[in-house]
């Protein structure tokens, strides 16, 4: 095995595009399994039997099935009912779906970890329902919910190789395709291993220090 | 057995009104009976004090005031409505009549000290921000605390947390002041402190109290009527004086014995 920087070199332009097409997933992958989460969350607990019983039980299939079956569905299955969107759109979409039923579990920790006492200084307070969520028990969950759901972002990061088998060209998919034309697999693997890394690391900087700003 | 802490008429000849009254209240936990069958009548202005062993139902008829706990069985009227079962608007309004201190403070961490009292004033009674920050200083001084306002809850010692959130609850104006044994999670030379500020607040308002306390001597100090529970019943009322100095009943008399 020989490393030739000349194919590094080779590699670089579709590196970075394939770079910015990981992130891109990441990011929006993120937010929407934050916010999906958090929806699903708040669903599951509202006395309605008939929204309480159903989101339970789709959010349960979600996580219980491997996320690359989930992105095929959503690939090849979608567009029959005639919704037909991008490779990166659908990843992104399956990526934040899958990742909701997991932050959903972190979000209902959070809220179940802030003392009943909470609930009842709020009650005797006449704090209304909505307020008492929003100023009193999910500031507090928030900062309880901060560094699970870091990991979850840096296991999301990891999952975006998947994107690639519905034809999205993130780093996996543009290092194969530079590979397989120049038939030199060790240094554009080696160049996105060591940049998931990076990513990781960043990531990880970035929620301790926004975890440091929420836990005064 | 039927409790009636009447007041003696003013001396302007107004009567006593009612203001809390529990008829037939029984609460179930399980297989435990925390109450049984309860009676009791609570005229405004009255400061009542429930004493008795824990576990003897003296809190729960607190937290069913404050709709954190339903009765099983029985009624529950705030000054002539009912609760349990009630519209959601009736319970508002019941609500806002009474505050309530509890034994862990419960103020919210993610707030200033001063937004923990202006909070409520604002959004449920709809007071300016303004005007609820002038009452909440004028309460913090009262409470002796007027430089924490900027402060978290949690920096803040225990008795001091116990002083604000005593302000929180009177920030809100209620009729009925709810005391849950306020001073059971204070270090011991914090509990005066906090005591002193209370026979203050009752005396100098008109405020209706109902406390749940083992400070036999703060509660001598402050009821007009003691109540003894066992078992989930009264066993036992009468003003502080005949039940401190001389109680009738036999498990009085050895709860007495054993605090004292």
Redesign the interface.
Known sequence: MTWDWGAVADFMPYFWQGLLVTLEALALGSLIAFTLGLVWTLLVRTPTRWVRWPVGVFTEFVRDTPLLVQLFFLFYVLPETGLTLSPLTTGILGLGLHYSTYTMQVYRAGIEAVPAGQWEAATALSLPVRRTWTAVILPQAVRRVVPPLGNYVISMLKDTPMLMTIGVLEMLGRARLVSQQHFQFTEPLTVIGIAFIVVSYLASLLLRTLERRLVR | MSVETTKQPAATGTLPTELIRLEGVTKRFGDNTVLDGLDLSVDAGRHVTLIGPSGSGKTTILRML???TEPDEGTITVDGQQLFPAPEKRV?EI??K???V?Q?F??????SVLRNIT??PV??LGMSKDEAEARARELLDLVGLADKCDA?PTRLSGGQQQRVAIA??LA?RPQVLLLDEVTSALDPELVAGVLDLLRDIVRSTDITMLCVTHEMGFARDISDQVLMFDSGRIIETGPPEKIFSEPEHERTREFLGAVL
């Open positions: 404050m709709t954190l508002r609500r806002k009474i505050g309530m509890f862990q419960n103020l919210f961490p993610n707030m909070e409520a959004r449920v978290r929180r609850a809100m």
